[in-house]
Nanobody, 121 residues
Framework: QVQLVESGGGLVQPGGSLRLSCAAS????????MRWYRQAPGKERELVAE???????TYGDSVKGRFTISRDNAKITVYLQMSSLKPEDTAVYVC???????????????WGQGTQVTVSS
């Protein structure tokens, strides 16, 4: 079907940077948008950033000015450049995509497995 594979997580010191990647593959006719979510232990899932098919972007208030979402259409990959990281950014970051698998089909939401980001000194 459709697979989303995240990479790029890890341990970083406060103030540091990381770049996450999410590569989509499988039966894809088009993608309406791709998103990054995050979930920290004991907290609700939070929308971090979104990029739509027209290239428009949206960010959660807590990451505005620090994170940048971008995409490579040829590689069907979305990136999340994270800068000025804070300990409160520690979470599992999960990629999602609203995918139309075949022409005239309804879109469906697909999810990756997630990648851990830990911000700590």
């Amino acid at each position: 079907q459709v697979q989303l594979v995240e990479s790029g997580g890890g341990l970083v010191q406060p103030g540091g940077s990381l770049r996450l990647s999410c590569a989509a593959s499988g039966s894809i006719f088009s993608i309406n948008f791709m998103r990054w979510y995050r979930q920290a232990p004991g907290k609700e899932r939070e929308l971090v950033a979104e990029i739509n098919s027209g290239g428009g972007t949206t960010y959660g208030d807590s990451v505005k000015g620090r994170f940048t979402i971008s995409r490579d259409n040829a590689k069907i990959t979305v990136y999340l450049q994270m800068s000025s990281l804070k300990p409160e950014d520690t979470a599992v970051y999960v990629c999602s995509a609203r995918v139309i698998m075949r022409k005239f089909e309804y879109p469906r939401d697909c999810w990756g497995q997630g990648t851990q980001v830990t911000v700590s000194s």
